[in-house]
Nanobody, 124 residues
Framework: QVQLVESGGGLVQAGDSLRLSCAAS????????MGWFRQAPGKEREFVAA????????YIGDPVKGRFTISRGSAKNTVLLQMNSLKPEDTAVYYC?????????????????WGQGTQVTVSA
C-alpha cells in the first residue's frame, strides 16, 4: 500500500522560511516523479514543484520560482520542498504527490498517489 506523509508545515511570518518533507512508502520510488501541489481555500489545486526520480530534472511553478526549491532526500523515497521568502499568498494546504512515470509533468491529474496535506500559513 502506497503512503505519502508530509511534515514541516506551520505558521510563519512573511519573509520566513520553511522546509516541507514527504516520506513515501509501499514501493520503490526511485523511478517515480515526486511533486508538490497546494490548495488555498476557494481555489483550485495548484502546481508548486516536481522532480524526477534521478533528481536531474525538476520544474518549479511560476508563482514560487526563485523562492522555492525541490530536492530528493538522502533516502530516495523522500522529497523536500525548501520555501524561502514566504508570502501571505503562499498560505495553503501543501500536498505531496507521486507519479508512476519518469516523465515530469505539472498536471495534478497525472499523479497517482497523494498525501493528506500539511497546512502552511504565512502571516503578514
Amino acid at each position: 500500500q502506497v503512503q505519502l506523509v508530509e511534515s514541516g508545515g506551520g505558521l510563519v511570518q512573511a519573509g520566513d522560511s520553511l522546509r516541507l518533507s514527504c516520506a513515501a512508502s509501499g514501493r520503490t520510488f526511485t523511478n517515480y516523479v515526486m511533486g508538490w501541489f497546494r490548495q488555498a481555500p476557494g481555489k483550485e489545486r495548484e502546481f508548486v514543484a516536481a522532480i524526477a526520480g534521478s533528481g536531474s530534472v525538476s520544474y518549479i511553478g511560476d508563482p514560487v520560482k526563485g523562492r522555492f526549491t525541490i530536492s530528493r532526500g538522502s533516502a530516495k523515497n523522500t522529497v523536500l520542498l525548501q520555501m524561502n521568502s514566504l508570502k501571505p499568498e503562499d498560505t495553503a494546504v501543501y500536498y505531496c504527490a507521486a507519479r508512476s512515470s519518469p516523465v515530469v509533468v505539472t498536471t495534478a491529474g497525472n499523479y497517482n498517489y497523494w498525501g493528506q496535506g500539511t497546512q502552511v500559513t504565512v502571516s503578514a
